[in-house]
């Protein structure tokens, strides 16, 4: 965009760079979805990112004159981000989930689950965090969960499985960089394929839950994903119909299903209308998570 390119001359400070990385991003209709929902987030990401600054920059920096070098490098991230849609924390490798840093690459779904005020919540009133001692974090990604709910639950050890190589290669950069390996295990496994014989307290679980339609009609953003962290089948529940006739075998006496199906929220309940789903409300902000006791899925799935 030539007035992007415009912009290297322009402007001055970062102040400059923000703003006008606000506006461009507001007039070419970007949409935020990735742990953003604003403009103005996606340019101070990008600018910070850029110049190697941290989230909590003192304001009076924000005066500060940048080099020729500088200012191209930002322009650079605004045009990727333009033109090609690319999600922020593809092009900073770099998402925040429950509160902790993760890296993120176009091998793996950007973080943005409502489990994370779960998590931060240590899994109260339905668990006893302290009596937890075994977390499953079913199709893992980045580990986010896993790692994030590892923190929360100090006592436990967690299982992190996926079916994708290239996930599971991304969750070792984040077990390594949160130096959590005594914790958190990987497992390479197609759902519950590769875990016979291991019960857990818990089972949290984002799988796949995008139905056809919707993904037909997804923004380009989430076309930089890869499908397989997405689709699920014609309905969007191919996933977590095998997830919950297995999970109860997988499940401690006590234990306990959480998943998350965002938009299929409402074909799950039309198709299992006699099931009693216990459905989050979230302080923070999203839907579509449910809780079932393994009893209640001994009773309706086995």
Known sequence: MKAIQNAVHELVTLRDF?????TSFNSEGLYYGHGSDNALDEASALVLYALH???DLPVHFLD??????EKSDIIDLFERRVNQRIPVPYLTHEAWFAGLRFFVDKRVLIPRSPIAELINSQFEPWLKPDEVDSVLDLCTGSACIAIATAYALPNAVVDASDISDDALAVAEVN??????ADQVQLIKSD???NLKG???DLIVTNPPYVDAEEMASLPEEFRHEPVLGLAAGD????AIITILRQA???????GILIAEVGASEEMLVQTYPEVPFFWFDFEQGGTGVFMLTRDQLVQYFS
């Open 248 to 254: 109860a075998s997988h499940l401690r006496e006590d």
């Open 175 to 180: 077990i390594d960089q949160h130096d959590i």
């Open 191 to 193: 759902l519950f394929a």
């Open 198 to 200: 291991k019960t857990y």
């Open 53 to 55: 600054l941290p989230h």
């Open 64 to 69: 500060s004159a940048l080099t020729e070098e």
């Open 18 to 22: 923000i703003r006008f990385g606000m």
């Open 235 to 238: 309905d969007g529940l191919d």
